[in-house]
């Protein structure tokens, strides 16, 4: 440089863009003039680079430094998957260019892959002594170095995973290097945030931006493979990290998918997720809808899969996880049903996407529209009919049933279709009926026609094998009410034979007496009781039915 250096007075030269900075260069004239110094994991790429730089070659000297680190690279970090991770997150801040030119980052990703395939191969017996022991063993026999990868920058830890992913690493370790990495960088996304107003009018912060590049980037690298079971409480979490920072559809679709997949096995809390629009509802329900829609394309994909007969017994897997997921949305709806600002829309459209095979009993969805109809008293009488429609009277117990028929939130319609079926069902128990006749009504509706084709004879065959089951679902719940009626029958004889009360009598009270929907309430029931919602009757008793 000073003998190209322009005139002969040089008085100072400049090394633009100098790696590693002055402490680096530093080492470098102390490696130029025999001064002795160890080489470490924290400055190794730093020399290499710096090295480089000053094109410190075999042409000018043998062993010169470019040789030293070269070997020092190759002999100690190359062959320690710790070493190799430190020494690919000094390379974070050194210029890019000249780490991927001189292969420094691609080294360390290979010998972090490779080592950590050697100690896969090496712990799969301890793997084996884990089955049968604690939780917290098994985490330490699945991989011990998950925690060193969170240290590394989103970049090099993306290149990592896929480099561990081409070699074979096992899906466990992989799932849990990414929740590592999820748990430690994602630090500071409280529950404050979701409910901050001026959040979602501003711009995202850098931070943010950084998040959700972290967010986008730990779902693209989820194993793809059936075998592997990512935990549904950290999808949950990354599904609302993902909605909370903005990230892409693509991505929040990925992680909708992936919890569709196991709907059947997740909790109310987790559908709980606060909702980001402003005057909206406060949970979001579109979400839940989607994964829904989700669930219901998996088990009709599984159903078609299955051509020909079901022979696994009464319940298939497919409709015992969609009865599972109907009393989960109806738990679901009672739950967000007291939100002043859920519009009926959204609350009828997650009511009707389920089929009508996915409730055996509809307790829970009536607990659910009655609880909407307390907090939404400004419905129209139109509005409360089309919501009760959805209600299945003939599907609500004894209980309900008793409960509905005094519940002054409901229109007059449903409460006389409520006691046509009361007094029907009475019927039928004090005659001996079991319900053939309806049973058999509903099979002969699904009878295949030899006129239909192959395709439409299947569907129509596989519609009657669900309500088969339903009705097999439908006459258990029957028979153990039936065992209580009969209870009820037999203290009646008793009260008969006592005080001369006839027998009706006593059934009807005993029937008044059911705990799970208890009410009370007097008086006779006044057209005019729709206008007064939830208000006392004239007679001065309150109702006492909660629905909390």
């Known amino acids: 440089m000073v003998a190209e250096a322009k005139g002969s007075n040089v008085s100072s030269l400049e090394l633009i863009n100098f790696p590693g900075g002055h402490q680096t260069f530093e080492l470098a004239m102390k490696f130029c003039y025999g001064m002795n110094f160890e080489i470490t994991t924290f400055d190794v790429a730093r020399l290499r680079c710096a090295a480089e730089y000053l094109e410190m070659t075999e042409e000018y000297r043998e062993q010169n430094l470019i040789s030293r680190t070269d070997i020092y690279l190759n002999e100690i970090v190359f062959q320690s998957l710790q070493k190799s ?18 292969e420094i980052s691609n080294g360390c990703v290979e010998a972090i892959a490779m080592n950590a395939c050697k100690e896969q191969l090496v712990s799969g017996l301890s793997k084996l002594d884990c089955d049968g022991k604690s939780e917290e063993l098994k985490e330490d026999c699945v991989a011990w170095w998950v925690e060193d990868l969170s240290v590394l920058r989103i970049d090099y830890f993306q290149r990592v995973i896929c480099a561990m992913g081409r070699m074979g690493v096992r899906s466990d370790s992989i799932i849990a290097s990414l929740m590592h990495y999820a748990q430690s960088s994602l630090k500071g996304i ?71 997949l196991r709907l059947e096995m997740v909790s109310l809390d987790d559908l709980l997720i606060p909702s980001l629009q402003s005057g909206d509802s406060l949970f979001d329900v579109d979400t839940v809808h989607r994964l829904l829609v989700n669930f219901l394309q998996r088990v009709e994909e599984e159903e078609t899969e299955d051509y020909g007969y079901e022979s696994d017994g009464f319940c298939s897997s497919g409709h015992g996880s969609l009865l599972k997921v109907g009393q989960l949305i109806d738990a679901y709806l009672a739950e967000i049903a007291p939100d002043p600002y859920l519009s009926l829309q959204k609350f009828i459209a997650l009511i009707e ?196």
């Open 353 to 548: 996407i389920l089929p009508d095979y996915a409730r055996v009993i509809d307790d829970g969805l009536y607990r659910a529209v009655d609880i909407y109809l307390k907090a939404h008293p400004a419905l129209t009488e139109q509005e409360c009919k089309k919501l009760c429609k959805l209600i299945d009277c003939q599907k609500l117990s004894e209980e309900a049933c008793n409960h509905a028929a005094q519940n002054d939130r409901l229109p007059l319609q449903m409460v006389v279709q409520v006691l046509y079926f009361e007094q029907l069902r009475l019927k039928n128990a004090l005659s001996g009926s079991s319900g053939d006749g309806l049973l058999s009504q509903r099979i002969s509706s699904g009878v295949p026609s030899a006129a239909m084709s192959p395709r439409d004879n299947y569907a129509s065959l596989r519609r009657e094998n669900r309500e088969l089951k339903l009705e097999i679902s439908r006459m258990r719940v029957r028979l153990s009410e039936l065992e209580k009626e009969q209870m009820f029958m037999k203290q009646g004889i008793i009260d008969k034979a006592g005080n001369g009360r006839t027998f009706l009598t006593s059934l009807s009270k005993g029937i008044g007496r059911i705990a799970i929907f208890s009410s009370q309430g007097g008086g006779k029931r006044q057209k005019s009781g729709r206008k007064s919602r939830g208000s006392e009757g004239k007679t001065g008793r309150s109702r006492r039915y909660s629905v909390s």
């Open 85 to 102: 991770v430190e020494v690919l997150s000094t390379c974070e801040m050194l210029p890019p260019d000249t780490v991927d030119e001189i």
């Open 190 to 260: 409280g529950k404050c945030q979701f409910w901050n107003p001026s959040r979602t009018n501003s711009s995202p912060t850098s931070v943010e931006k950084d998040q959700r590049i972290i967010v986008e980037t730990l779902v693209s690298l989820m194993p793809t493979d059936k075998s592997s079971s990512i935990p549904l409480t950290f999808l949950f979490g990354m599904l609302k990290m993902a909605i909370m920072l903005g990230a892409t559809i693509p991505c929040r679709l990925e992680l909708e998918r992936r919890i569709a």
